[in-house]
């Protein structure tokens, strides 16, 4: 008799996660065959329609499945994209080990310390077959995975009868029409401007850097959210006692801030909001920065509506003039 015991066999950690599709608003694409896979469960990705919600910006949520599952360990997709009326396929394995320390460790939230953890996957596609993972919360997203999918050959009659209407003509046309009226999709393409095959590859650039909020006396830094071009989002808020410190990290060019603050004169709390920066006069002044040379992100609150931004290093600064801000 063979007696065998089950004492020394390490039970793989299960988590609560879902997974869901992006891709920039100029760009729009349906995916028609794709999975996340993990060891005891798969989660389609070819039922989420039209994808154009913004670069990292999330898709639809799946309510469906066990409610926990083995971190996935490979990625299937395959994909058209209606603007260059190109089609791409892929597979690849994901980085399991690290994920399943990132969904351990998780972010403190340092209002209530206790640990908020990692529970969606975000799957973007965009231009030439660049396809980016990243890993969502309620506190932030951060990549965890880069590819490049092949572009292939799409046989229309091997495809299932709810995903050929994706390749008619027809569905096109009324994607491209509906994406003219905003993006001028038509004009760009005969001029060869679109879609911009490496822009979201550059996005992924980081610069170390951090925002540095200069308020006047009697005034603190409670919390802060940022988005990066590169589809990352960091958020976080202090306890109202204590000032927040952001630190130095390795970061995308910035994309959206937002901050608030305590006026302790005045008891009440105050929110700001900056956003629809001019791209190329900030990708121009980062660039003009060395990616591991330490920047300041400097906003100064001059008065109840008006601020001034400017990037600065050790060796130079450089004004930031066009964005939008809002103060209340």
């Excluded at 992006?22 to 065959?33: D, I």
């Excluded at 095959?197 to 909020?213: N, Q």
């Excluded at 006692?241 to 130095?248: A, G, H, S, T």
């Excluded at 801030?257 to 190329?280: L, R, T």
Aim: net charge negative; glycine share 4%.
């Amino acid at each position: 008799m063979i007696i065998t015991s089950c004492q020394n066999i390490k039970m793989e950690q299960k988590f609560d996660w879902s997974a869901t599709l992006s891709a920039p608003k100029e760009y729009p694409v349906q995916v028609y065959r794709g999975e996340i896979i993990a060891k005891d469960y798969s989660q389609s990705l070819s039922s989420f329609g039209d994808i154009d919600y913004g670069w990292g910006e999330e898709g639809g949520t799946v309510v469906i499945g066990p409610d926990l599952k083995n971190i996935p360990d490979s990625l299937e997709i395959a994909w058209h994209s209606f603007v260059d009326q190109k089609n791409f396929e892929g597979k690849w394995a994901l980085p399991k080990e690290e994920l399943i320390k990132l969904f351990n460790e998780g972010i403190i939230n340092k209002i209530t310390n206790k640990k908020v953890t990692y529970n969606k996957f975000v799957v973007g596609l965009a231009p030439n077959g660049l396809v980016v993972v990243w890993l969502s919360s309620v506190r932030g997203q951060i990549e965890i995975a880069h590819f490049k999918a092949k572009e292939v050959f799409v046989n229309v009659e091997t495809i299932s009868e709810e995903n050929k209407p994706i390749f008619s003509k027809k569905y096109n046309d009324v994607v491209l029409s509906e994406l003219n009226e905003e993006h001028n999709t038509f004009e760009r393409i005969k001029k060869n401007e679109y879609p911009k095959i490496d822009v979201y590859e550059g996005y992924r650039i980081k610069y170390l850097w951090k925002p540095l909020v200069e308020l006047s006396e009697n005034k603190m830094l409670i919390n802060f959210v940022i988005h990066t071009y590169n589809g990352e989002i960091e958020i976080e808020s202090s306890n109202k006692k204590e000032k927040l410190n952001i630190n130095y990290e390795e970061r995308g060019v910035l994309k959206y801030f937002a901050f608030g603050w305590i006026d302790k004169d005045q008891n009440k709390e105050v929110s700001c909001w900056v956003e629809k920066f001019d791209e190329d006069e900030l990708f121009n002044a980062y660039k003009k920065f060395n990616t591991m040379e330490e920047i300041n992100f400097i906003v100064q609150v001059i008065d109840k509506s008006k601020i001034s931004i400017k990037l600065k290093s050790i060796s130079q600064e450089i004004e930031i003039k066009k964005f939008k801000v809002t103060i209340e």
